[in-house]
């Protein structure tokens, strides 16, 4: 079993998910949870994104086509970015 110690967060108070039921459950920060109670049990469950296709992408582009910049493609390497 897994613990976690809530905190005060301003006027509510916040709980952590450890690391490890985050990643079994998919969860990052800055995604949305859902809070029920149920038989006295509070139970937090992701709400999940929605996940487009490549045409609905492109649909929503419209008729414009799409922009291509020239600078961020002619820039130097600033790390790892070129493999060797």
């Not at 006295?40 to 996940?51: A, D």
């Not at 045409?55 to 970015?81: F, K, N, R, T, Y």
Request: charged share 20%; no cysteine.
């Amino acid at each position: 079993m897994q613990t976690s110690t809530l905190r005060a967060a301003g006027g509510s108070i916040a709980v952590t998910i450890p690391q490890p039921l985050a990643k079994f459950t998919g969860m990052q920060a800055g995604d949305k949870v859902s809070f029920e109670v149920e038989a006295g049990r509070l139970i937090i469950s992701p709400i999940s994104r929605r996940k487009y296709s490549l045409q609905e992408l492109l649909a929503m582009q419209g008729d414009e086509p799409l922009v291509i910049d020239q600078a961020w493609d002619s820039m130097p390497a600033v790390g790892q970015e070129v493999p060797v």
